[in-house]
Every structure is written in structure tokens, then in C-alpha cells.
């Protein structure tokens, strides 16, 4: 079964630096979320859409910016980077015909390193 | 703001036992209950939902709701070595739609 894609899995950038992570849902999958995950703590939300408009906002910094395309893909911008943006980045997406009540499928990840 | 709140452990237990998760939610409006399992550096994989009080059981594990307490429970029966792993509960309010809220997690460690 088609599992939710997200490239690259790995990325080193400087500090200040610019990086776009992307996130291809499970086809027919109009919702996708963002969430970041620091080594040892809990995946935190950042930003979701549906059907290609924001739909909730969580703790996501001025400096990123989020879209999702007409294809239902969804890039994740991130500016100005700083050290402590180091973290895994994952993306997930859901039905929401199905409401939420399924859960989420997650992708494996982009692991986000700033030097 | 929704809250949950789990023991970050670690939680020992035999190869064999059961080992027993805990979590506690803030939201009464809570409708929906998820248990995600995730091995370091890997992704949240959901193992387990529930939607009603009771019990849900699949497999070796069973998830428990009580939504009078905001308490939901995982118990994972004859725990292997490969279920070692940090265990996420994950709660959505109201309406169906809203975002998931996760806790912390529960690092649950099983020795041969």
C-alpha cells in the first residue's frame, strides 16, 4: 500500500540557511499535518491543511511557511535557520471525510541538521 | 490547551509480561484515542485506536477508555524484546476533525 513520502530524509544546513522539505500524502488523502519532533521529546504540531488550505496552526515559527499544492502535496519552507531547528520534521496525512477518528499515517521523516 | 500526560518511564518488564501504558487527557471533549509506537529515530506507527469506553483488544494488545477518569490505558500481553520502543498516546477533540495532541511518551523496555 502507498505510504505517505517525504524527501529528502536527510538534510544538513548552515545556520541562516533556507531548506524545503516535501511531503507526497496517501493518494486520495485531502489532509496533511507537520509536525516537529526534538531528540526525546513529543512530536509537536506545526501547521496541517485541507484541500489545500491552511486548516489549524500550532507552534510554527514566523520563519517557516508551509503550502499545499493542487497534486496535495505539501512543502514545509523553513528560513533563517537556526541551531535548534535541528530536529526530525514529519509530515502525515489523513481522510477527513473520515474525520480524524482513523488517526494519522506518518511518512518516515526528513532529520533536519543545522551547523 | 489540550494536555496529555504520560510517565516518560523507562518501564521495564520481562520478555513474557504484561506491560502496562498509561495516559491521562485534559480535554473532556476528547472523542477519538490513539497509540502510536516509535522506534528511535523512526516514525510514529499506530498500533492501536479507540473510540468508547471499555476495552478494544487486537492481537497482544489491548487499548482501555475511561472517559469519566480522562484515562486511557495499552496493555501489551506476552511483551517481546521487539516491543521495545517509546509508546506516544495521542488524543483529537471534539468534531472529529481536530489535530491529534500527543504526549510525551513512555519508553517501555522488555529484557530477555
Known amino acids: 500500500a502507498a505510504g505517505v513520502i517525504q524527501s529528502p530524509r536527510h538534510l544538513i544546513k548552515e545556520k541562516r540557511e533556507t531548506a524545503t522539505l516535501k511531503c507526497y500524502p496517501i493518494p486520495r488523502h485531502d489532509t496533511v499535518y507537520w509536525y516537529q519532533q526534538g531528540p526525546g521529546q513529543d512530536p509537536q504540531f506545526l501547521i496541517s491543511f485541507y484541500e489545500k488550505m491552511q486548516s489549524d496552526k500550532g507552534s510554527i515559527p514566523d520563519r517557516f511557511s508551509a503550502q499545499q499544492f493542487s497534486d496535495y502535496h505539501s512543502e514545509l519552507n523553513m528560513s533563517s535557520l537556526e541551531l535548534g531547528d535541528s530536529a526530525l520534521y514529519f509530515c502525515a496525512s489523513s481522510l477527513r471525510d473520515r474525520g480524524t477518528s482513523y488517526g494519522y499515517t506518518f511518512g518516515s521523516g526528513t532529520r533536519l541538521t543545522v551547523v | 490547551q489540550k494536555e496529555v500526560e504520560q510517565n516518560s518511564g523507562p518501564l521495564s518488564v520481562p520478555e513474557g509480561a504484561i506491560a502496562s501504558l498509561n495516559c491521562t487527557y485534559s480535554?473532556?471533549?476528547?472523542?477519538?484515542f490513539f497509540w502510536y509506537r516509535q522506534y528511535s529515530g523512526k516514525s510514529p506507527e499506530l498500533i492501536m485506536s479507540?473510540?468508547?469506553?471499555g476495552d478494544k483488544e487486537d492481537g497482544r494488545f489491548t487499548a482501555q477508555l475511561n472517559k469519566a477518569s480522562q484515562y486511557v490505558s495499552l496493555l501489551i500481553r506476552d511483551s517481546q524484546p521487539s516491543d521495545s520502543a517509546t509508546y506516544l498516546c495521542a488524543v483529537n477533540g471534539p468534531g472529529g476533525y481536530s489535530t491529534l495532541t500527543f504526549g510525551k511518551g513512555t519508553m517501555l523496555l522488555v529484557s530477555p
Open positions: 480535554d473532556r471533549g476528547s472523542q477519538s
Open positions: 479507540i473510540y468508547s469506553n
